[in-house]
């Protein structure tokens, strides 16, 4: 095919297979590419709005045993870097992030084999009888696949007991990218194979979860490989949907470069050039997902906002507080006020949305005032090693905190 032709049959609402694909994302120069994910958005989403929502990305924990070698959060069992956050510190964040016009939390952390199931459930009983109409977007599908590894039990009851206890949505962290040749030389790939993330989200998906899905590209997979990953999701929405009439599966699809400083993995990042034919293309080949997300966070404001004209349809998250992406040498910022201008400033209407894309309102400084923030928060403050009280009440399985314990009784 010609590329006139492929882009006849995009045009035409054809679903790509991956040879045109591929032909599309090395072939079509970029002013196509973006013209055609435009047109595929504009379909998808005729009117003006583009989306945004307020919520905090809190990471409860940084101790992690799975070592991935592109992560520069993580810190070993036993660090003295490392730390949980205590209930209360939550509930503070909970409430800050209310202040601001926020009614969820990302939560995501480490696999921290300190941390049992008992845990978690507990932390999201808490958080739903102080706080019952806040939303929790928790637990990535690797997150799941610990939890269910060390309580020994099958992953849909980890999730059915999670709900139970006020789990709202599973956000799509850890997918990196769906290959398991690829997973493996970033040393991700005991934490979840490709197989086992899209298992969690499909079980997510028949509980009746809505989910993200996410791609962290430019470590070492090739082009085809990036395709490999998108089509593997394009499959299981398909199959989550089916032919219910109920929205399901996944929500939106977010894609970001992988950040290279601090990490063991090392290397440079992708080019914003890259970013947006890579928006674009996932835009023409992911037909059955409603909504793609702009990564300010990793591009900065400039290529969010250029991110409206290459298939985004979302300014993702206000975020409040980051520390993964910071971590590896990240750090914009952009609360309400700034996503609303880098929004109206490329032509759109700006409405906040919840997890589910439904439309809460218009900008919510302009109905009340709100605390301009213009440093993203982060999960502690340097220096501070303080150990939350409730931890002892969960038995200690590493040599570390066993240890850490021991010394705490003898003060
Ligand atoms: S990416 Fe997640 S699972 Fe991997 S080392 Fe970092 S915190 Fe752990």
């Known amino acids: 095919m010609t590329m006139d032709d492929l882009a006849a049959k995009v045009r035409a609402g054809g679903r790509l297979d991956r040879a045109e694909a591929l032909a599309l994302y090395t072939g079509a120069p970029t002013p196509l590419l973006a013209g055609l994910a435009d047109e595929v958005r504009v379909r998808k989403h005729p009117g003006n709005v583009v989306t945004y929502i307020i919520d905090r990305n809190v990471n409860y924990t940084n101790v992690c045993i799975a070592r991935c070698n592109f992560c520069a959060f993580y810190r070993p069992v036993g660090s003295a870097d490392g730390y949980v956050l205590g209930f209360e510190e939550i509930f503070r964040k909970i409430d800050e992030t209310i202040a601001l016009g926020g009614g969820q939390l990302l939560l995501q952390g480490g696999h921290n084999p ?90 997510a998906h028949r509980a009746g979860l809505r989910t993200t899905a996410t791609m962290m590209y430019g470590t070492v997979e090739t082009v085809d490989e990036r395709l490999e990953h998108l089509f593997r999701l394009r499959d299981l929405q398909d199959e989550s949907c089916g032919a219910g009439s109920t929205p399901a599966g996944f929500t939106a699809f977010i894609t970001w470069s992988y950040q290279p400083d601090h990490t063991e993995l090392g290397g440079a ?49 206000v975020m409040i507080e980051e520390n993964v992406v910071r971590a590896a040498g990240a750090s914009y910022c952009m609360d309400e006020i700034e996503i609303v201008r880098n929004i109206e400033n490329a032509g759109f209407v700006a409405k906040r949305r919840n997890m589910h894309y439904e439309v809460q309102g218009d900008p919510i400084f302009r109905e009340r005032s709100v605390p ?40």
């Open 114 to 203: 300190d941390l049992p199931l008992a845990w978690y459930e507990d932390l999201f009983r808490a958080v739903k009888q102080r706080y019952p109409t806040f939303r929790l977007h928790a637990l990535s599908p690797p997150e799941v696949i610990h939890l269910s590894r060390l309580s020994r039990l099958p992953v849909p009851e980890i999730i059915d007991r999670l709900v139970a206890c006020g789990l709202d949505s599973i956000p799509g962290g850890g997918a990196e990218i769906l290959v398991d040749r690829v997973r493996k030389l970033l040393n991700c790939y005991s934490k979840a194979s490709a197989d086992e993330w899209l298992d969690v989200m499909r079980h």
């Open 269 to 317: 990042e992708a080019t914003g050039v890259d970013y947006l034919r890579t928006l674009a293309i996932a835009r023409l080949v992911l037909d059955n997902f409603d909504n793609l997300q702009a990564s300010w966070v990793t591009q900065g404001g400039k290529v969010g906002q250029l991110s409206l004209a290459f298939g985004a349809n979302d300014m993702g998250s």
């Open 372 to 411: 301009r923030m213009l440093e993203l928060a982060v999960a502690r403050v340097d220096g501070d090693s303080s150990r939350p009280p409730e931890i002892v009440r969960y038995a200690a399985r590493s040599a570390a905190e066993k240890k850490a314990r021991l010394e705490q009784s003898a003060d």
